[in-house]
């Protein structure tokens, strides 16, 4: 399937006609989980946590993130965090709140396989591109860019990032919004690459011409993939659809 979207590319620019392929960030070009330890550990290693909650800290102190994980209870629970310390979970859930949310952990989310082969490909073959993402410009505007460079995607005239002027926009709305904008712009094709299926669902009602390829590996639970949608679990070329 990516390897036919580039031919389709492709064969548009050959005939002067315009695409667009659009990806998300988090938990779609970008495994989150390793800013997700990374923010755990650290709190387990503040001096003022270890009094506070030594026990927990003590769980914490080797805790382990899945690909599969969306928000922090997952990992708590597997590290034997079940819950009953109410101050303790509010503490640890204030603390991920600010620091996933923020510029400064950006740099420990991983590329998923072929992401940056893919999207340099997708360039080449003649598509302009965006990163649209949930993120927002106060809090995570500055590093996004960046770690997009440091890691080799594209970022240019030919592939812009977007990303919602405040944080107190919906995503669905605000992704269906730049959709419905971006369709009047002359684009042959559209594609977008996401992982949560509520966006998948809102956008589906209303931009139906998108081509919608639902990135498998974890979302909020808050719906479900449309059934009919292409489904991948990496960039990698030359691998079977599920």
Not at 89 to 95: E, F, L, P, S, T
């Amino acid at each position: 399937m990516l390897e036919q979207i580039l031919v389709n590319i492709q064969d548009l620019s050959h005939q002067g006609k315009n695409s667009l392929v659009v990806f998300d960030l988090d938990s779609t070009l970008f495994d989150v989980s390793p800013r997700l330890e990374k923010i755990l550990l650290d709190f387990a290693a503040s001096p003022l946590n270890q009094k506070r909650f030594p026990e927990q800290v003590a769980l914490l102190k080797n805790i382990k993130t899945l690909r599969s994980d969306w928000g922090i209870v997952g990992a708590l629970t597997r590290a034997g965090l079940d819950g009953h310390h109410q101050d303790f979970q509010d503490a640890v859930r204030a603390y991920w709140q600010k620091s996933f949310f923020s510029n400064h952990y950006l740099q420990f989310d991983r590329p998923y396989e072929g992401a940056v082969e893919f999207v340099n490909a997708v360039e080449q073959a003649g598509a302009q591109i965006a990163y649209l993402t949930g993120r927002d410009v106060e809090r995570m505007g500055a590093s996004s860019g960046e770690v997009l460079e440091q890691w080799g995607f594209p970022l240019n005239e030919q592939a812009e990032l977007v990303l919602k002027p405040h944080r107190s926009m919906d995503d669905a709305q605000f992704k269906t919004d730049w959709f419905l904008a971006a369709e009047k712009k002359n684009y042959e094709t559209i594609y977008f690459f996401e992982n949560e299926p509520v966006n998948l669902v809102h956008l589906a009602q209303h931009c139906p011409k998108v081509q919608m390829i639902f990135f498998e590996s974890t979302h909020a639970g808050k719906a479900e993939p449309p059934e009919d949608l292409p489904r991948i679990m990496n960039f990698l070329l030359n691998q079977k659809e599920s």
